[in-house]
């Protein structure tokens, strides 16, 4: 991957953190409710396919849902966890610091959807100065995330 899409899919993985997280809980429930219906993804079953090459059996059709919904869990929470490392590791920043800067950039400018002019009014920061912090940050999240 190079540089620029590296960039783009952490920021892209920052900004959708909170709704990555609710859309888990909501794959995990349903995934809870399938597995609750049936013991079906204990067993193995042979897949038999229709006319037209898909899955005309209903009990494999079961099974898929609950591999692609195992599989979309998995997906959200690779992009997840490092990101909620990173805000663990930032949790206890104390003000003035580095660190307390990408804590409020994530919480101000990925959560709250406030521009960096507005953020940097609120820490008595330049707005050059935030952004650097932004790129610093962005490039720390990178790292979390195994880039």
Known sequence: MKAR?????TEKCLYNYKA???RIGVLEED???LRAGSD???????LTFGFYGDNSDPVSRYVEKIESLENQIKRLKRNTAPITE????MSTAKEGTKNYDYKMLIELFYFGGLLLSEIAD????SRRTLSQRRQSLVLKAAGYLGF
């Open 5 to 9: 899409e590296i960039f783009k899919f």
């Open 20 to 22: 990555n997280l609710s």
């Open 31 to 33: 995934l809870r409710v």
């Open 40 to 46: 079906v993804h204990a067993q193995s079953y042979q």
């Open 86 to 89: 990173l805000i663990n590791d």
């Open 122 to 125: 609120e820490l008595h920061k």
